[in-house]
């Protein structure tokens, strides 16, 4: 198949639709999700990303790069990227797939996404500050770096997990246990604090999922 008629396909697809099945719709738009997670808030993320625009009928592949290599984008019309945030920092194996791809993903239709664990705080402070600083050193400043143009972009809540801190962090962990306590942030199982927001998570995957509906192009 020819690039030209797979985005033939994605424009034209409402003359496609099958009343039978509206989830058939998309069944031809392919969507890769690449994701690289240090503590696994981002492979929950990753995975609820895939099931709603799974539902929605696009034909979705999910990696976690940190297991699986990626060869080839060609395929895909979307290609979704999200990484953990540790110190300010994405994984290095979702930023070497944006170093490799870096000119590929020029050509395409991109989305980003983060799983911050300081997210919950920043938004509990309501410091705008903080919250557009988040999005501009986790988000904006990657698509600036790789010259990328996302449809979409956007900072998820995390998980803070004490049972899986590493050791060098164990004195601020400690300390930061005590500022979730006091934002009134509750552990959702012993040591761990899952801060993300699954209803946000679907609605930025239906806006997604309308985006292609519309060309590519986010509200
Ligand atoms: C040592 C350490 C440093 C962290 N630094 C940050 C940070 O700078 N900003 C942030 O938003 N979250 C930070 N977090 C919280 C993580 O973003 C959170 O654990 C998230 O779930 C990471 O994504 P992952 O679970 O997919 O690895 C840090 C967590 C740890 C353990």
Same mark, same amino acid.
């Given at each position: 198949?020819?690039?030209?008629d797979k985005k033939q396909i994605s424009y034209s697809?409402?003359?496609?639709?099958?009343?039978?099945?509206?989830?058939?719709?998309?069944?031809?738009?392919?969507?890769?999700?690449?994701?690289?997670?240090?503590?696994?808030?981002?492979?929950?993320?990753?995975?609820?990303?895939?099931?709603?625009?799974?539902?929605?009928?696009?034909?979705?592949?999910?990696?976690?790069?940190?297991?699986?290599?990626?060869?080839?984008?060609? &395929?895909?019309? %979307?290609?979704?990227?999200?990484?953990? $945030?540790?110190?300010? @920092?994405?994984?290095?194996?979702?930023? #070497?797939?944006?170093?490799?791809?870096?000119?590929?993903?020029?050509?395409?239709?991109?989305?980003?996404?983060?799983?911050?664990?300081?997210?919950?705080?920043?938004?509990?402070?309501?410091?705008?500050?903080?919250?557009?600083?988040?999005?501009?050193?986790?988000?904006?400043?990657?698509?600036?770096?790789?010259?990328?143009?996302?449809?979409?972009?956007?900072?998820?809540?995390?998980?803070?997990?004490?049972?899986?801190?590493?050791?060098?962090?164990?004195?601020?962990?400690? &300390?930061?246990? %005590?500022?979730?306590?006091?934002?009134? $942030?509750?552990?959702? @199982?012993?040591?761990?604090?899952?801060? #993300?927001?699954?209803?946000?998570?679907?609605?930025?995957?239906?806006?997604?999922?309308?985006?292609?509906?519309?060309?590519?192009?986010?509200?």
């Amino acid at each position: 198949m020819r690039i030209s008629d797979k985005k033939q396909i994605s424009y034209s697809h409402k003359q496609m639709k099958d009343p039978e099945n509206e989830s058939s719709n998309y069944s031809k738009v392919n969507i890769l999700i690449v994701y690289a997670t240090r503590y696994g808030a981002t492979t929950g993320t990753a995975e609820e990303i895939a099931k709603g625009l799974t539902k929605e009928g696009f034909h979705v592949k999910i990696v976690d790069v940190k297991r699986e290599k990626v060869r080839n984008i060609a &395929e895909y019309e %979307l290609v979704i990227v999200g990484s953990g $945030i540790q110190i300010d @920092r994405w994984t290095k194996e979702a930023e #070497r797939f944006l170093k490799k791809f870096g000119q590929k993903l020029k050509q395409k239709k991109v989305a980003l996404f983060v799983s911050s664990g300081a997210q919950a705080l920043d938004e509990y402070e309501g410091d705008p500050e903080k919250i557009s600083r988040a999005r501009r050193k986790y988000l904006e400043e990657k698509v600036a770096k790789y010259e990328l143009h996302p449809i979409s972009m956007r900072v998820f809540g995390g998980v803070w997990d004490f049972h899986k801190m590493p050791w060098w962090s164990k004195k601020a962990m400690t &300390e930061l246990r %005590l500022t979730l306590e006091a934002a009134n $942030i509750k552990e959702t @199982r012993s040591g761990v604090y899952d801060t #993300r927001n699954w209803e946000d998570i679907r609605e930025w995957t239906r806006e997604l999922a309308k985006s292609i509906e519309n060309g590519g192009e986010m509200k």
